[in-house]
């Protein structure tokens, strides 16, 4: 089992930029695939970012692809999300994710509290 605690939310402005830290217990953090989504209330959690075990393989959401960058450091025990250039739409409770072996946008097994992300306008 892996758990994950998420860090780094906040309020910013739009064109902004905020970075989103997940740390994660246990010592076979790197047999996980790791993932970022994201839920609005009232609304279905979205697929944000994804990342494969050695970092190699990454997959965005059309939506964020070219302003976010997902990265890991497997020595670190901690996966990242860089957001640049944010926009209101950008707001939501975000949730780091972990499933084992397969990079995907779906399917993970184990998730965070979430972090709470504002942007505005």
């Known amino acids: 089992q892996v758990q994950l605690v998420e860090s780094g939310g906040g309020l910013v402005q739009a064109g902004g930029s905020l970075r989103l830290s997940c740390a994660a217990s246990?010592?076979?953090?790197?047999?996980?695939?790791m993932g970022w989504f994201r839920q609005v209330p009232g609304k279905e959690r979205e697929f944000v970012a994804a990342?494969?075990?050695?970092?190699?393989?990454?997959k965005y959401a059309d939506s964020v692809k070219g302003r976010f960058t997902i990265s890991r450091d497997n020595a670190q025990n901690t996966v990242l999300l860089q957001m640049n250039s944010l926009k209101p739409e950008d707001t939501a409770v975000y949730y780091c994710a972990a499933r084992l072996r397969v990079l995907a946008d779906s399917g993970y097994d184990y998730w965070g509290q979430g972090t709470q992300v504002t942007v505005s306008s």
């Open positions: 246990g010592r076979t953090f790197s047999r996980y695939a």
């Open positions: 990342i494969s075990l050695s970092g190699g393989v990454t």
